[in-house]
């Protein structure tokens, strides 16, 4: 059976799983379903249309699943999602999506720390990182293993990729590439992430062929299309390569360079 603080506001329709334990003061809104085991510390409000796993951690403070900020908002129903074992520290905010039948969704094992906020439409990986005051706008994308520096803000539509990493206070305006990392107002792409390849188990092959795709595409001076022809020629076809291949090819807004 779930703890419930005898303060903490639940609406009766409100779907709680098995050893939930709800702080004092927490808001629960009637169309949240909770799963098992997750922990609402205190002062914690989650309400709209919003799906949380299990074993999640949410401190002190956090709103979840509100109303989007974005003034296209034309009413309807919309989603915000989330998976398990996420911590969410103290006044991190998480809106839902925009469009009616739209979602906000965050995957499992995120660690987002004090004063974060995940903006209507993100769709956030698993494994990530989001240091304090990092911001996402909406419609962002963040794939796996990415970290998200302090006082960071994130434009919206922008990509980050796979084990990128993005220097504290930086601006990104444009996607940033997978393995790298980026600094700087405006961001711009510094070098390979080096220590986070390693952290992850990346093969020495694997990190010694994304040093040869950073200096290709960010160094040569190259073109973003000549740079890939390059890559395909000269760096081994292995699956980071080809992760940043695909990732690159398939960008609309443009690499950080």
């Given at each position: 059976m779930?703890?419930?603080?005898?303060?903490?506001?639940?609406?009766?329709?409100?779907t709680?799983?098995?050893d939930?334990?709800?702080?004092?003061?927490?808001?629960?809104?009637?169309?949240?379903?909770?799963g098992?085991?997750?922990?609402?510390?205190?002062?914690?409000?989650?309400?709209?249309?919003?799906?949380?796993?299990?074993?999640?951690?949410?401190?002190?403070?956090?709103s979840?699943?509100?109303?989007?900020?974005?003034?296209?908002?034309?009413?309807?129903?919309?989603?915000?999602?989330?998976?398990?074992?996420?911590?969410?520290?103290?006044?991190?905010?998480?809106?839902?999506?925009?469009?009616?039948?739209?979602?906000?969704?965050?995957?499992?094992?995120?660690?987002?720390?004090?004063?974060?906020?995940?903006?209507?439409?993100?769709?956030?990986?698993?494994?990530?990182i989001?240091?304090?005051?990092?911001?996402?706008?909406?419609?962002?994308?963040?794939?796996?293993?990415?970290?998200?520096?302090?006082l960071?803000?994130?434009h919206?539509?922008?990509?980050?990729?796979?084990?990128?990493?993005?220097?504290?206070?930086?601006?990104?305006?444009?996607?940033?590439?997978?393995y790298?990392?980026?600094?700087?107002?405006?961001?711009?792409?510094?070098?390979?992430n080096?220590?986070?390849?390693?952290?992850?188990?990346?093969?020495?092959?694997g990190r010694?062929?994304?040093?040869?795709?950073?200096?290709?595409f960010?160094?040569?001076?190259?073109?973003?299309?000549?740079?890939?022809?390059?890559?395909?020629a000269?760096?081994?076809?292995?699956?980071?390569?080809d992760?940043?291949?695909?990732?690159?090819?398939?960008?609309?807004?443009?690499?950080?360079?």
């Amino acid at each position: 059976m779930p703890d419930i603080h005898p303060s903490a506001v639940i609406h009766p329709d409100a779907t709680i799983g098995d050893d939930c334990a709800i702080g004092p003061y927490c808001v629960i809104g009637g169309n949240v379903t909770l799963g098992a085991g997750n922990r609402l510390h205190s002062h914690v409000v989650i309400d709209g249309q919003t799906k949380v796993g299990s074993d999640n951690d949410f401190f002190p403070f956090a709103s979840i699943g509100l109303k989007t900020q974005d003034l296209k908002w034309k009413g309807g129903t919309t989603w915000t999602r989330i998976g398990d074992r996420n911590t969410f520290r103290e006044n991190v905010t998480v809106h839902s999506g925009t469009g009616d039948g739209e979602a906000t969704v965050v995957g499992s094992d995120n660690h987002v720390l004090a004063y974060c906020h995940i903006a209507h439409n993100v769709e956030l990986g698993n494994h990530v990182i989001m240091s304090n005051n990092g911001t996402l706008a909406g419609h962002v994308i963040v794939e796996d293993f990415a970290i998200v520096g302090g006082l960071a803000a994130v434009h919206q539509f922008c990509r980050l990729g796979k084990m990128s990493i993005i220097g504290g206070c930086s601006k990104v305006v444009s996607d940033v590439a997978p393995y790298m990392m980026v600094d700087g107002n405006p961001a711009r792409t510094r070098m390979p992430n080096k220590i986070g390849l390693e952290r992850k188990g990346v093969s020495e092959e694997g990190r010694e062929a994304i040093r040869q795709v950073h200096r290709l595409f960010f160094r040569k001076g190259l073109t973003a299309a000549n740079a890939v022809e390059t890559i395909r020629a000269e760096v081994p076809q292995l699956p980071e390569v080809d992760h940043f291949l695909a990732f690159v090819e398939s960008s609309d807004r443009g690499i950080t360079r």
